[in-house]
């Protein structure tokens, strides 16, 4: 083991000279160990700061490893970026704060770096392999990407919504996070929830002890998990490091916060996780996208998505939720980006909320898919008027798929028991400018909350697939990917639509 780290120091000091440009994978910490996770280091073309970034410190905070994963693909004009995305990989995968099966005094790794007038020695093994990392890359930046579990301006006891600084006073460090804080307020409407300064960081956290020990500049960026979805979590915390990066003249000035991922993949989907989507949608879209291999699912809002996001990416997916709140998220722009991204040969899957996205009979619908939705509104005696796109709860119904379904979804016991909860109940639009659609699945049974809307489920399509432009389309109105045992029909939907 001390020759392997031996050889992974000089490696390391190797790719910490020279600036020959692009992203460089440098190797793994506590390589061989359950703690084992990845650095990289991208060096720009010319002499120029340091930066070292870290996130997932604390395992139940996954904005920031999501955020630092997606920097380390940005294009540095100059100077260093040292990327440490996954630091506590164990904690991240489980979803826990602290490091797995360590005792009490060791499991917070942001207190595991050499403490305020003690030696210069950090604890755990991953500990010790950061700080080593730390100090060989002799940082003039330190930038720790964490979550708080509220706003500070409203919950004082948490830190979230802020920027700590190990030194506040630091004339590198201040004018630096004023220009940091005034460019992520700009993009948050309710002022309760602008990001703040606070002064000082924990003895024993990695940001204090470079500044003491390295002479750093180190921040905390502390972005908030409570009612905020993770895409715009991700989004703030890349903001933030974006402002951080032109101010010190690492980056350029026009450059975006998202760019393509530079490693070898077949297949990179955006999962949409802002307004109008639910909460376990995009967690059961993750789950299925495991299983697809080399491929790369990241969390998209309406920001990215006007931003030109969808660019890097061969799909979107819009998950279950509100049809119309995703479409009045996105607005008139973001829908437009869509379709384009689409008609450029772009992928589309819609379930559920995202299948009356993908609709031609709403004003706010998409308009990429030849179906409308039975939504119209009827007289209930005793009742009143009520519209039909409501069936009740969540419930079980029968689907089957046709030749073609299961040329595209594969096969399995038929018919498919399946979750539904108001998906459309779909049927031809005739619209002479779209493709008519490809019936993939028949419902075989149905649900209904009033007694209008019997007979109006069965045999209709579940699932039904299209082309726009160059691009194709699916539209699923139940919920296979709520379903270990279907999850492969989403897979291989999201595979189709991929070109793959």
Same mark, same amino acid.
């Given at each position: 083991m001390a020759r392997l780290q031996q050889l992974l120091s000089a490696a390391l000091l190797l790719l910490l000279s020279g600036h020959s440009?692009?992203?460089?994978?440098?190797?793994?910490?506590?390589?061989?160990?359950?703690?084992?996770? +990845?650095?990289?280091?991208?060096?720009?073309?010319?002499?120029?700061?340091?930066?070292?970034?870290?996130? *997932?410190?604390?395992?139940?905070?996954? /904005?920031?490893a999501l955020a630092a994963d997606q920097i380390?693909?940005?294009?540095?004009?100059?100077? @260093?970026?040292?990327?440490?995305?996954? /630091?506590?990989?164990?904690g991240l995968k489980a979803g826990t704060r602290h490091l797995p099966e360590l005792a009490k005094e060791e499991a917070d790794l942001n207190r595991n770096f050499p403490r305020t007038d003690a030696d210069n020695q950090a604890s755990t093994l991953i500990g010790r392999e950061i700080w080593r990392l730390a100090q060989q890359s002799q940082p003039d930046w330190v930038i720790d990407l964490h979550e708080g579990y509220h706003f500070h301006q409203i919950q004082s006891k948490s830190v979230g919504s802020t920027i700590l600084a190990s030194r506040p006073w630091d004339q590198r460090t201040r004018p630096v996070v004023t220009r940091m804080l005034s460019t992520i307020n700009a993009t948050i409407t309710d002022s309760r929830k602008h990001f703040l300064p606070l002064r000082g960081t924990a003895n024993g956290s990695l940001t204090r002890a470079a500044a003491e020990r390295l002479g750093a500049s180190s921040l905390i960026l502390e972005t908030t998990t409570r009612e905020q979805?993770?895409?715009?979590?991700?989004?703030?915390?890349?903001?933030?490091?974006?402002?951080?990066?032109?101010?010190?003249?690492?980056?350029?000035d026009g450059a975006p916060t998202l760019t393509s991922p530079k490693d070898r993949l077949d297949l990179r989907v955006a999962i949409y996780d802002g307004g109008g989507a639910g909460t376990s949608g995009p967690r059961n879209l993750e789950q299925v996208m495991k299983t697809i291999p080399r491929s790369l699912n990241w969390r998209i809002g309406p920001a990215d998505i006007l931003e030109g996001a969808l660019d890097h990416f061969d799909v979107v997916i819009f998950p279950g939720g509100s049809g119309s709140k995703q479409a009045a998220a996105l607005g008139i722009q973001g829908r437009d980006k869509v379709r384009e991204f689409i008609e450029r040969g772009g992928g589309f899957v819609g379930i559920c909320a995202g299948a009356y996205l993908a609709a031609a009979n709403y004003s706010w619908s998409l308009k990429i898919?030849?179906?409308?939705?039975?939504?119209?509104?009827?007289?209930? +005696? *005793?009742?009143g008027r009520k519209s039909m796109w409501y069936r009740g709860p969540s419930?079980?119904?029968?689907?089957?798929?046709?030749?073609?379904?299961?040329?595209?979804?594969? @096969?399995?016991?038929? +018919?498919?028991?399946? @979750?539904?909860?108001?998906?459309?109940i779909m049927s031809p639009a005739g619209i002479p400018e779209l493709h008519d659609y490809q019936v993939l699945g028949w419902f075989r049974s149905e649900v209904f909350h009033y007694e209008t809307q019997r007979g109006t489920m069965v045999n209709t399509p579940a699932i039904v697939s299209g082309k726009f432009g160059k691009g194709r389309v699916l539209s699923i109105s139940p919920h296979p990917e709520s379903s270990q045992k279907l999850r492969y029909l989403v897979a291989r939907a999201i595979r189709w639509v991929g070109g793959l």
């Amino acid at each position: 083991m001390a020759r392997l780290q031996q050889l992974l120091s000089a490696a390391l000091l190797l790719l910490l000279s020279g600036h020959s440009g692009g992203t460089l994978v440098s190797g793994l910490l506590a390589a061989g160990t359950k703690w084992e996770t +990845p650095y990289h280091v991208i060096n720009g073309p010319e002499a120029g700061p340091t930066v070292f970034l870290t996130g *997932g410190l604390h395992g139940n905070e996954p /904005a920031g490893a999501l955020a630092a994963d997606q920097i380390r693909h940005w294009p540095i004009i100059k100077g @260093r970026l040292v990327v440490l995305p996954h /630091a506590n990989q164990p904690g991240l995968k489980a979803g826990t704060r602290h490091l797995p099966e360590l005792a009490k005094e060791e499991a917070d790794l942001n207190r595991n770096f050499p403490r305020t007038d003690a030696d210069n020695q950090a604890s755990t093994l991953i500990g010790r392999e950061i700080w080593r990392l730390a100090q060989q890359s002799q940082p003039d930046w330190v930038i720790d990407l964490h979550e708080g579990y509220h706003f500070h301006q409203i919950q004082s006891k948490s830190v979230g919504s802020t920027i700590l600084a190990s030194r506040p006073w630091d004339q590198r460090t201040r004018p630096v996070v004023t220009r940091m804080l005034s460019t992520i307020n700009a993009t948050i409407t309710d002022s309760r929830k602008h990001f703040l300064p606070l002064r000082g960081t924990a003895n024993g956290s990695l940001t204090r002890a470079a500044a003491e020990r390295l002479g750093a500049s180190s921040l905390i960026l502390e972005t908030t998990t409570r009612e905020q979805p993770l895409s715009l979590r991700v989004r703030q915390h890349r903001v933030m490091v974006r402002t951080l990066l032109q101010e010190i003249g690492i980056l350029g000035d026009g450059a975006p916060t998202l760019t393509s991922p530079k490693d070898r993949l077949d297949l990179r989907v955006a999962i949409y996780d802002g307004g109008g989507a639910g909460t376990s949608g995009p967690r059961n879209l993750e789950q299925v996208m495991k299983t697809i291999p080399r491929s790369l699912n990241w969390r998209i809002g309406p920001a990215d998505i006007l931003e030109g996001a969808l660019d890097h990416f061969d799909v979107v997916i819009f998950p279950g939720g509100s049809g119309s709140k995703q479409a009045a998220a996105l607005g008139i722009q973001g829908r437009d980006k869509v379709r384009e991204f689409i008609e450029r040969g772009g992928g589309f899957v819609g379930i559920c909320a995202g299948a009356y996205l993908a609709a031609a009979n709403y004003s706010w619908s998409l308009k990429i898919c030849n179906y409308n939705t039975f939504c119209e509104t009827r007289e209930i +005696p *005793g009742v009143g008027r009520k519209s039909m796109w409501y069936r009740g709860p969540s419930s079980t119904v029968t689907m089957q798929l046709t030749t073609e379904g299961h040329e595209i979804l594969g @096969r399995g016991v038929e +018919p498919f028991h399946i @979750r539904y909860h108001n998906g459309p109940i779909m049927s031809p639009a005739g619209i002479p400018e779209l493709h008519d659609y490809q019936v993939l699945g028949w419902f075989r049974s149905e649900v209904f909350h009033y007694e209008t809307q019997r007979g109006t489920m069965v045999n209709t399509p579940a699932i039904v697939s299209g082309k726009f432009g160059k691009g194709r389309v699916l539209s699923i109105s139940p919920h296979p990917e709520s379903s270990q045992k279907l999850r492969y029909l989403v897979a291989r939907a999201i595979r189709w639509v991929g070109g793959l």
